[in-house]
């Protein structure tokens, strides 16, 4: 069973950036489809990005141009590169191995029942 566990979460600036990682042991990354969700008090879960074992990758509407993901299976760990950020981006973020893509091209958001989360990291940005 994979455990994952986020680092890189902070306080910046409007317009400053961040740089995520979520580091794995007990499986290799390769076997799930990984990506990142967060979510913010009173609001709701939000499929943030994806990567997939072939190496596409999605993003919420809301991201695109700002966010990258990317994924080094050497050190069995992913990234989330944040620039341009924003208040609205303010959430914690949880890294996710699942085993289907699906949960982040639906607005639902929800990963199935076989997802294993880390334990989240909070990232809060000021105007």
């Known amino acids: 069973q994979v455990q994952l566990v986020e680092a890189g979460g902070g306080s910046v600036q409007s317009g400053g950036s961040l740089k995520l990682s979520c580091t794995a042991s007990?499986?290799?990354?390769?076997?799930?489809?990984m990506g990142w969700f967060r979510q913010a008090p009173g609001h709701e879960r939000e499929a943030v990005a994806s990567?997939?074992?072939?190496?596409?990758?999605t993003y919420a509407d809301s991201v695109i141009g700002r966010f990258t993901i990317s994924q080094d299976n050497a050190a069995n760990s992913l990234y989330l590169q944040m620039n341009s950020l924003t208040p609205e981006d303010t959430a914690m973020y949880y890294c996710?191995?699942?085993?289907?893509?699906?949960?982040?091209?639906?607005?639902?958001?929800?990963?199935?029942?076989?997802?294993?989360w880390g334990q989240g990291t909070q990232v809060t940005v000021s105007s």
């Open positions: 007990g499986d290799t990354l390769r076997t799930y489809c």
């Open positions: 996710v191995a699942d085993v289907t893509c699906a949960p982040w091209a639906s607005p639902a958001a929800v990963p199935s029942p076989l997802a294993h």
């Open positions: 990567t997939d074992s072939d190496g596409r990758t």
